[in-house]
């Protein structure tokens, strides 16, 4: 388990975040996505307006560093 995916408890869409801290991860890579309301400097948490689990596995995938 890299991150975690859930239902954003603020409004619609998703939260991504890492689970406990994985380096293999840094959602700040997905800011400039459309779908993408806030992600934050630090990479660790992203809210996103993407509800579909393709498109959220999309963006997952798009934060994995290489």
Same mark, same amino acid.
């Given at each position: 388990?890299?991150?975690?995916? $859930?239902? +954003?408890?603020?409004?619609?869409?998703?939260? /991504?975040?890492? $689970?406990? +801290?994985?380096?293999?991860?840094?959602?700040? /890579?997905?800011e400039s996505e459309n779908d993408v309301r806030f992600a934050h400097k630090r990479g660790f948490v992203a809210k996103v307006e993407a509800t579909d689990p393709a498109r959220l596995k999309e963006?997952?995938?798009?934060?994995?560093?290489n």
């Open positions: 388990v890299h991150a975690l995916i $859930y239902p +954003d408890r603020r409004g619609e869409g998703y939260g /991504l975040t890492t $689970y406990e +801290d994985c380096p293999r991860l840094n959602f700040s /890579l997905i963006l997952t995938a798009l934060a994995v560093v």
